[in-house]
């Protein structure tokens, strides 16, 4: 399989696992326990009927929306996700220049490897940083005061992982960074060299925006171990009040899945929340966040931005979450493995298939505008 015979979601999955070492893939394609909420993700569009209108008039697509203060063209935007480098050799790089090209957001982490500021310049299209709560609050001070001075628009404050989901996919292959793999995850290694030869062969891999406070070179710091040592569980509203006191601009929590929490960010001066159980990397179990979009939007919808995150695959997906009131969609796993499978060209061709499918879906919804979306547009079985 090539690239160009890529034209969906799982087309791009398939090129991705034949391309990488099964215990990085299974880092992008696993999730916690039994991965039921993986699952459960993109099952809960599936009892979502869309109901279209015809002989609108329908020549003319904008699809472009306005959120957390950036004007995106198009309601979809590429989530900040970590380790990027490992699944292709550009990284970040070749996932802000795609969507920098599509006129849409991305999101740096703060287990990003490459570093926020290379990224800021290199680019004028919206850009995240998501970051989580260190026990050390000197730490967390420092980061966002490196944001600010790298010109990042908007914060976004990771809420539900203080501690690690547990990914039984990583244990069995002994998935970390430095690695320190299973006797299967090294043959899992060994069978696909490629891939060692490109790691090896280019920029030593990196997380710049921690490696003035993690050595990566002593012990072996697994994904794990950094949310279990450094992370703060003690973490809580007051803590995140003052950092967003201390922001003062553009703040988003992502990982909030109650009413009554969307409430409280409202309350402490947030502008966005993003609905997302991690893609089911975190609590197994947990309720797929489209399914609770309409009441938080019912809640919030009109003091705060309301995102959602998780399962989506197709042009409809976001079509449905538009309709019952999400500001915008953010995408993980969809650009990802069209990185690894192909780096900046692989997330071109990503984004320029959801593209076109919104634009195909708005058509054939009988709308010229993303505010013409609206719940009469849906029916649930």
């Not at 398939?14 to 880092?27: C, N, W």
């Not at 628009?153 to 990914?167: A, K, P």
């Not at 609905?275 to 975190?282: E, I, K, T």
């Not at 938080?296 to 959602?308: E, K, L, T, Y």
Request: charged share 25%; with cysteine.
């Amino acid at each position: 399989m090539r690239l160009r015979d890529c034209h969906n979601f799982h087309d791009f999955r398939r090129l991705a696992r034949r391309r990488l070492p099964g215990p990085i893939f299974d880092y992008i394609d696993g999730a916690a326990d039994d991965e039921v909420t993986h699952r459960r993700n993109t099952a809960s569009f599936e009892r979502c009927d869309l109901v279209p209108n015809v002989l609108r008039g329908v020549e003319h697509i904008d699809m472009s929306v306005t959120v957390l203060g950036q004007k995106l063209a198009m309601p979809i935007y590429c989530s900040p996700t970590a380790l990027q480098r490992l699944f292709h050799h550009t990284g970040e790089r070749a996932v802000a220049a795609a969507a920098a090209k599509y006129g849409t957001m991305f999101g740096v982490s703060s287990l990003g490897t490459v570093s926020l500021e290379e990224l800021r310049k290199a680019h004028d299209t919206p850009q995240v940083y998501q970051f989580y709560y260190h026990r050390d609050r000197s730490l967390n001070r420092a980061m966002m005061q490196r944001a600010k001075e790298a010109g990042v628009q908007v914060m976004m404050l990771t809420v539900d992982s203080i501690t690690g989901g547990n990914r039984e996919r990583d244990k069995r292959t002994g998935f970390s960074i430095p690695f320190r793999l299973t006797l299967a995850g090294m043959y899992q290694f060994g069978i696909k060299p490629a891939w060692g030869i490109n790691y090896l062969t280019h920029e030593r891999f990196k997380l710049p925006q921690l490696d003035q406070h993690v050595d990566m070179g002593s012990g072996a710091l697994s994904i794990s171990k950094y949310f279990t040592e450094m992370l703060d569980p003690s973490m809580n509203w007051d803590d995140v009040a003052e950092m967003v006191r201390l922001w003062n601009g553009q703040f988003c929590l992502k990982g909030v899945m109650s009413v009554a929490d969307a409430r409280r960010a409202v309350e402490i001066g947030c502008t966005g929340i993003v609905l997302s159980n991690h893609g089911g990397r975190q609590l197994d179990g947990s309720r797929a966040p489209f399914d609770q979009l309409a009441e938080i939007v019912d809640a919030v919808g009109d003091r705060i931005d309301v995102i959602m995150d998780g399962g989506i695959q197709r042009g409809t997906h976001v079509l449905k979450a538009l309709s019952l009131g999400a500001k915008a969609v953010g995408v993980g796993r969809y650009y990802l493995y069209p990185l690894a499978a192909a780096g900046q060209a692989g997330v071109e061709r990503a984004l320029d298939l959801m593209r076109s499918e919104l634009e195909r879906g708005m058509k054939l919804m009988g709308c010229t505008a993303i505010n013409q979306l609206s719940r009469e547009n849906l029916r649930f079985r």
